[in-house]
């Protein structure tokens, strides 16, 4: 993500949490580099979601710590999967 992003935080994070839109949070670790990087949490997140070359992913900023994952297929059609089981290690506690 653009560094520009960052500017809708109240204080830059160095994690968050991530939420589709069947409400499953997953927590990720943030690096700022040139740009916002989604680090730790966020490989496993690709897997878990089946996001795919070509996927388009669109966050938008809930709270302070919670981005909203809304994600397209290649043809622009939003993806619904369940959370199923994932790494517990970054599965968020709500």
């Known amino acids: 993500m653009p560094l520009d992003f960052t500017k809708h935080f109240i204080v830059v994070l160095t994690e968050c949490k991530l939420r589709s839109n069947t409400s499953c949070s997953w927590r990720v670790t943030v690096k700022l580099m040139n740009k916002v990087t989604l680090d730790q949490?966020?490989?496993?997140?690709?897997?878990?979601?089946?996001?795919?070359?070509?996927?388009?992913?669109?966050?938008?900023?809930?709270?302070?710590?919670?981005?909203?994952?809304?994600?397209?297929?290649?043809?622009?059609?939003?993806?619904?999967?369940?959370?199923?089981?994932?790494?517990?290690?970054?599965?968020?506690?709500?």
């Open 41 to 94: 949490g966020w490989a496993t997140y690709t897997v878990i979601q089946q996001i795919k070359i070509g996927y388009m992913v669109t966050f938008k900023l809930l709270t302070p710590d919670t981005l909203k994952v809304i994600i397209f297929d290649d043809d622009g059609i939003e993806v619904v999967n369940k959370c199923g089981k994932h790494d517990e290690a970054f599965a968020a506690k709500d």
